[in-house]
């Protein structure tokens, strides 16, 4: 297959500052800093700006097999929709999955066309972190709970006290979750920098981070950060001394997690999820094809899925399912490809360049796992923060075809053995389900 021409020059900087701004916008909400929030829609503009100069600047268009895959989800949500007579939900619904999956995808992976462009947005995710810490701090350091731009923290003599930021981060799980992802991003940060002063700046975020992690009181999101902590472990000191680490630690990791509201099938919540976790089930068995529609299982039950896995499983049924866990399947694969790459074979003048890339894709990897690990006791399948790391790690790769190191057939090779994982993964998790329950 003909690979992409190496870019000298990006031609589409426009394109590449308007992304930046909705990286932005979408994180750190400085629309609704005010009270009330401006309610101009800033970020839908920015999408759709961002997505009309990738539409005629960027020549070629490369749309992966993943990409392909999400726009099959949305023909999904049509057909779960007609099935299911939700004839008034079709376009809400395939609007609400274009504006918050699709359109990032696309616009991320094509514009993160060089290493430099990469870091720049992994910089302002960490900067608009630093707004979401700050404002958990003042939420956490005041009587009343009312933090710099947000609402009081979430308080209940069950759940204890949560912080949480604006939009798509008011719910301290997805605050926790997106926390989680950043701590990877921001290690491999402090290893790339070369003065001290940077180092100490992202070592201080990573910690920062880590607490907010902890005054997120949630245990999905302390969940995460364990797997991140274990991934970074493997890392330094290789597979057997992890697995030591993991076993020593256990008691430790189940005390610090009894803190956290335990999850237990004795406690009132765990209950209620497992409760969750089995209706998804019979949602599935009665709608196996196309599900019961796309945010149609608190129609169908009092409480959300409380496992992402379940909720895509429930609501877009078998093909819905295979093609998302596509998604992640085949990111994984290609990020652990690159990660094999021998760079003895690389061209001395890409050899550093290339260094860095494996590393990153590395650390990519351990952002995800934390994410899809965070995932398992949450419903977050459509959140836009997710795609967005999968987009900057498909990014990767098109870069390295770009420069030569790689070929697209390196992921064509992949793809049907990804769907083959993934077909194998919704029988897993059926299973594991039905024990479960």
């Known amino acids: 297959m003909r690979t992409l021409p190496i870019k000298q020059k990006p031609t589409y900087g426009l394109g590449f500052y308007l992304l930046s701004l909705y990286t932005f916008l979408i994180l750190a909400r400085p629309h609704e800093w005010v009270e009330p929030a401006i309610e101009f829609p800033f970020i839908k503009i920015t999408l759709i700006f961002t997505f009309l100069l990738y539409l005629f600047t960027i020549k070629p268009k490369y749309i992966s097999p993943q990409a392909i895959a999400l726009i099959g989800i949305l023909f999904i949500i049509f057909l779960s929709c007609i099935r299911n007579s939700l004839f008034s939900e079709i376009f809400p619904s395939m609007t609400d999955f274009s504006v918050t999956v699709i359109l990032p995808y696309i616009i991320f992976v094509s514009f993160l066309d060089t290493l430099k462009k990469h870091i720049y947005i992994m910089n302002i995710m960490l900067i608009a972190s630093l707004f979401m810490i700050y404002n958990s701090y003042t939420q956490i350091s005041t009587i009343t709970g009312f933090g710099w731009v947000s609402d009081a923290i979430f308080r209940s003599d069950m759940e204890g006290m949560q912080v949480r930021y604006v939009g798509i981060l008011n719910d301290p799980n997805d605050l926790g979750m997106y926390l989680v992802m950043c701590l990877p991003l921001t290690y491999y940060l402090m290893k790339l920098s070369q003065s001290s002063l940077a180092k100490l700046y992202y070592l201080s975020v990573f910690f920062l981070s880590a607490t907010n992690i902890y005054w997120t009181q949630s245990r999905g999101s302390i969940l995460g950060a364990l797997v991140v902590l274990i991934f970074f472990f493997y890392i330094k000191y290789g597979k057997a001394k992890t697995l030591l680490l993991s076993l020593i630690s256990l008691p430790v990791v189940i005390l610090?997690?009894?803190?956290?509201?335990?999850?237990?099938?004795?406690?009132?919540?765990a209950n209620d999820r497992l409760e969750a976790w089995y209706q998804g089930v019979l949602m599935f068995k009665s709608h196996p094809l196309v599900g019961v529609g796309k945010?149609?299982?608190?129609?169908?039950?009092?409480?959300?899925?409380h496992n992402s896995y379940v909720l895509i499983m429930s609501e877009l049924g078998t093909l819905g399912y295979i093609l998302w866990a596509f998604v992640l399947i085949s990111t994984f694969t290609l990020l652990a490809k690159i990660t094999k790459i021998d760079i003895d074979s690389v061209p001395e003048q890409l050899k550093e360049n290339i260094t860095q890339e494996k590393n990153l894709a590395l650390f990519m990897i351990v952002s995800l796992a934390g994410c899809l690990s965070t995932a398992f006791f949450l419903s977050r399948s459509y959140i836009i923060f997710m795609y967005i790391f999968l987009a900057m790690s498909i990014s990767i790769f098109y870069r390295l075809v770009q420069a030569g190191v790689m070929q697209k057939t390196d992921l064509t090779s992949i793809v049907m053995k990804s769907f083959i994982w993934s077909a194998f993964s919704l029988v897993a998790l059926y299973f594991v389900i039905r024990m479960l329950i």
């Open 295 to 305: 945010g149609q299982f608190i129609e169908h039950h009092y409480k959300t899925a």
């Open 256 to 269: 610090v997690l009894s803190k956290f509201r335990a999850i237990s099938s004795d406690d009132e919540s």
